[in-house]
Every structure is written in structure tokens, then in C-alpha cells.
Nanobody, 122 residues
Framework: QVQLVESGGGLVQPGGSLNLSCTASGFILDYYSVSWFRQAPGKEREEVLCFARSDETTRYADSVKGRFTISRDFAKNSVYLQMTNLKPEDTAVYYC???????????????WGQGTSVTVSS
């Protein structure tokens, strides 16, 4: 059974850092492109970044460039969203997702985690 599980969310002060995890089961996550999305209260879901397995590049939303990065751990079948210099506008539920393809898709991804909540507030 294909499953993605996020963890690591919580409350952090502005300027702080947080690392989110996304662990897969039922397939090898490292074979495919992986995206992180977020949805803030009252707003539409937006793509934060996508790592493309095809060319091992990452595309970032302008709002997170220079602050967020993605890393992967093959042994743990996981990817991580490393967030630094967090701002109140980063407050959202964060989701990892994949379509088990090697290219990044903007929508229509088939597999999603349940989300983990991040609140940036003093």
C-alpha cells in the first residue's frame, strides 16, 4: 500500500528553523520526483518546491527561495523539507506528494500525505 507520512511540524518563532519529514511506504520514494505543498488558512494550496528525479533539480516557489531546501535519505525512504528564516506567512499545513513519476507535476499528483501543521508566531 502506497503511503506518505509527514512529521515535524509545530510552533516556531519568526526567524527560526524547522525540518519536516516525509516517509514513504509501499514504494521507493527516491526513484521519483517529490513535491512539498502547503495550504494556509483560507488560501489555496500552493507548491513550495519540487525535486525532479529526472535531472535532480529543484524548483522553488519565489516565496521560499533561499530559505527552504529539500534533502533525501534513501536508507530511510524519506525526504525532508528544511525551512530556515521562517516568517509568519509560512504558517500552513505542509504536505508531501508524488505521482511516482520522474518529472515534476504541478497538479494531479496521486499520492499525498496527511499533512503536518507549521505555525510561525512569536
Amino acid at each position: 500500500q502506497v503511503q506518505l507520512v509527514e512529521s515535524g511540524g509545530g510552533l516556531v518563532q519568526p526567524g527560526g528553523s524547522l525540518n519536516l519529514s516525509c516517509t514513504a511506504s509501499g514504494f521507493i520514494l527516491d526513484y521519483y520526483s517529490v513535491s512539498w505543498f502547503r495550504q494556509a488558512p483560507g488560501k489555496e494550496r500552493e507548491e513550495v518546491l519540487c525535486f525532479a528525479r529526472s535531472d535532480e533539480t529543484t524548483r522553488y516557489a519565489d516565496s521560499v527561495k533561499g530559505r527552504f531546501t529539500i534533502s533525501r535519505d534513501f536508507a530511510k525512504n524519506s525526504v525532508y523539507l528544511q525551512m530556515t528564516n521562517l516568517k509568519p506567512e509560512d504558517t500552513a499545513v505542509y504536505y508531501c506528494a508524488t505521482d511516482k513519476e520522474v518529472y515534476c507535476l504541478s497538479d494531479g499528483l496521486s499520492y499525498w500525505g496527511q499533512g503536518t501543521s507549521v505555525t510561525v508566531s512569536s
